[in-house]
């Protein structure tokens, strides 16, 4: 397998620059000759496909949802961070890139995050052109907030909203395109596999969920946007549709998987309240600003501290970050707190029910600020935690649990931004390239962007201009397409004829691998763990092919049907998640594995691990080969990171 | 508090073209943590036990702020909680033995796919017609190089706020697209930003909604009410008084350009 990353040689401040100059273009009469796929319509996708069809290319876009303003981009909260320095506190793209790659724990290749921090300033001149209502001062400038994991305020927001306003964006120039005639949106369509002919990428199979027909579409190049897979633990806080069928299928077809088991995992959500629970819903990392978390000293208190946190006195409370960490203290970065939130449960002195909760409390802050001064701050928050628990945070500590957040692993990507198979580009949270093992706050929004707005049009073009736009697109009747139709209509049949006579919900079967998930390949890794679950899946696999029940009628619109195929892949990639996990002996960032730490800190393995690890599938019942893409940091020393 | 037994009446209806009926079915062991549609699940869980199909009902984000989720509940869009979408509606604001009726959003320009879910692609095509500033990727000014006063941009923002949910046009007698589309207008004639296109957009999107099937204002005001991002009223007035304009203003800019042959 070709890893060749294809980075431009030269001094890194000057590869994208160079790369710019060095990509063929194609001239602008010939744009129209090009049609591109691209599955997604977040920041990324979104982003691309009006893009591309500004430049002048046919671009074809594809959603689950029922519009591509609901992608999940919108739920992001905090912000997007840019290198302006408009707040004069030192910021630079050298800064930016610094900290993004201290950031990911030294996993993430610094050619991409170098060309990231360098994009990241006009991101914020093209959104504020676009008509996105970032906060502003009295003045009328930008407003900037700090988040966790750097020194400067580089983070541009529009309230708890900011996802949403650059959904928005992204939404309005998609939609511009759509009535040029240069995008054709599909919206409630779901790409269910890929096709290639002769190695390169041609096209997709989809499933319109209205109708329930199977249909394909081929261009000239294939762009996946379809985000992270969180959701293989059930329970996670993305949204209910979230999934890793485009991906996985990809990876089915030759594209590698890259570092699978990078996870994050956020410290601040609200706890499960029972079985019924669908999602978690997160608490912004900025009430960590003010809020002290603790659990009791004694597991004797617990039932006491669970019924009123109010009656255990400061001395019998175990300020537990404040105490590990005093330089950080509650503002530790997310991997640390979360472990430390597991710990502490773990010790039997979590709260609330099931014991998994620690307290986030507002008393001290409140007493110094008053509780008008906190509601100003954390109004909106306070009143969605009231509303998701009936509780009043003013009144008693918010009870938090840590949960699955974003993935930074995902299809490995060249600096093109292209997989494994040519002719497929892979662009935000569905890549693996910019957030090594773990990924800074507010930097989500940025890659999305950043892909979708000012690289994908440099380096596909570079694609496009190699290819014969009159031969180069294989038409929907070739031999392929009907192959893997057959596949997918297959997979479907087999879905449905098990599912008639089968006893099992698809719901109940997720949750019975989010819970293997969640267990062993969650916040603390172990061998022995991991090992187990890789017994565990396949089992419950075998059961879920046998026994899973998927009602109604294949043509026509039908939830269980789309979920089922969901989970049927998440049953199969959970394996490709664990075995990356069993094979990552150190610990880094987001993946931490019990064996290998110092003094309750994670414990990097440089001399084994400085690399990307890259899956390639090999067929059903066959372990995949991992291959090794080695990182070089040649800007950044490799160093530990410490909080301490 | 114990566990909720709840009698639901569902609109279920096989596809668009096919007649759709209320139905009746008794959900057991609700637990008032649980949000409206995880009670939904549960039901489903229990239909698909007994080998019924499930409810269609749509949700992504779970959040409140895709604007996916719908539905009609006891004849309100998203529910008795004022500000609230029906994915943040918990189930303790019921209690044991209620009856709840619920029912997709309905307008001739949202057409029911199945069930409870509905076809809001008409949005789609108001915000295609026009709701938009046209700025290239490429073009773009410094960020810092046009000030805009807070005020103003909170404006827009508070305009921008809205979700595209569609509960404006459930609520309203005559499935009118005002609020909707006033929103959009509104979020970027608070810009500079959006001042070039300004009058073109709203004619635009105005013509777009008419087209669409939606039907006009006739001040009852349900939209503001029943829209869970608290988009005001007053937007469109904004909107009325620009559309009057660019009716006249397009009348003079044709004449002029004809009398300048």
Redesign the interface.
Known sequence: MNLDARIPSGPIAEKWNRAKFELKLVNPANKRKYSVIVVGSGLAGGAAAATLAELGYNVACFCFQDTPRRAHSIAAQGGINAAKNYQNDGDSIHRLFYDTVKGGDFRAREANVHRLAEVSVDIIDQCTAQGVPFAREYGGTLANRSFGGAQVSRTFYARGQTGQQLLIGVYQALARQIAAGKVTMFNRTEMLDVVTVDGRAAGIVVRDLVTGKIESHSAHAVILATGGYGNVFYLSTNAMGSNVTATYRAYKRGAAFGNPCYTQIHPTCIPVSGDYQSKLTLMSESLRNDGRVWVPKKAEDVAKASKDPGSIPDEDRDYYLERKYPSYGNLSPRDIASRAAKEACDDGRGVGPGGRGVYLDFRDAIKRDSQAKIAEKYGNLFDMYARITGENPYQQPMRIYPAVHYTMGGLWVDYHLQSTIPGMFVLGEANFSDHGANRLGASALMQGLADGYFIISYTLGHYLAGINAATGKVGTDHPEFKRVEADVKGRIDKLMSIGAKGKRTVDSFHKALGHIMWEKCGMARTKEGLTEALKAIPALREEFWQDVKVLGERETFNQSLEKAGRVADFLEFAELMCQDALEREESCGGHFRTEYQEGGEAKRDDERFCHVAAWEYQGEAKKPVRHVEPLTFETVKLATRSYK | MSDMNLTLHIWRQ??GTAAGAMKTYQVKG??????F???L??LN?QL??K????V?F???????????CSLVINGRPHGPDAG?TTC?L?M?RFKNGDEIYIEPFRAGAFPV??DL?V???A??DI???G???????G??????A?????EQ??R??DA??C??CGACVAACPNSSAMLFTAAKVA??AH?P??QPERLRRVKAMVTAMDAAGFGNCSNHYECEAACPKGISKDYIALMNRDYAKSVFVAKDAKAVSDGAG
């Open positions: 096989a596809k609700i637990s008032e943590h649980a949000s549609l995880e009670m699940d549960v869980e698909q036990e080998g019924e199909e499930p269609a749509d949700s992504d984000c779970r959040e409140g702020i895709c604007g996916m609230t943040q918990h303790r796919v199945r879910c076809d809001r692609k949005f789609d915000v295609a017609a709701g938009y500033v046209t700025a290239n990727v073009s773009a000014p410094d960020a810092n046009v000030p805009i006063p807070k941009a909170d827009a923002f921008a706020a979700i595209g979020h970027l810009l930003q959006g």
